[in-house]
């Protein structure tokens, strides 16, 4: 059973920074390909950012890339999000999501991720 675990979320001010962790568990392909999403409410579960476990390849959508980094440690089975300068604007509940036997780092639909965890909610207070 693949368990993805999300933590590291929590109420930050704006201009803050935080880093976000999903740590896989469970029984995972040798290569597989990991997708950040955030969902606020009301809205559809947006893509952030994806990497993959083969060669660490990373993609992060063009209004993504300034603020955003993603990294992972395979050691630890865990894949790292890291925000800058925090906005209200990104307040919601982030989720990362898994894919086996995959390398693509385009996949910005939520359905083609097979895994996922319960999300990390992150409120950016003005």
């Known amino acids: 059973q693949v368990q993805l675990l999300e933590s590291g979320g929590g109420l930050v001010q704006a201009g803050e920074s935080l880093t976000l962790s999903c740590v896989v568990s469970?029984?995972?392909?040798?290569?597989?390909?990991m997708g950040w999403f955030r969902q606020a409410p009301g809205q559809e579960r947006e893509f952030v950012g994806s990497?993959?476990?083969?060669?660490?390849?990373?993609y992060l959508t063009d209004s993504m890339q300034n603020r955003f980094t993603i990294s992972r440690d395979n050691a630890k089975n865990t894949v790292y999000l890291k925000i800058t300068n925090l906005k209200p604007e990104d307040s919601a509940i982030y989720y990362c999501?898994?894919?086996?036997?995959?390398?693509?780092?385009?996949?910005?639909?939520?359905?083609?991720?097979?895994?996922w965890g319960q999300g990390t909610k992150v409120t950016v207070s003005t």
């Open positions: 990497i993959n476990s083969k060669d660490h390849s990373s």
């Open positions: 469970g029984r995972t392909a040798v290569s597989y390909a």
């Open positions: 999501g898994i894919r086996d036997w995959a390398t693509e780092i385009k996949a910005t639909a939520a359905p083609w991720y097979d895994y």
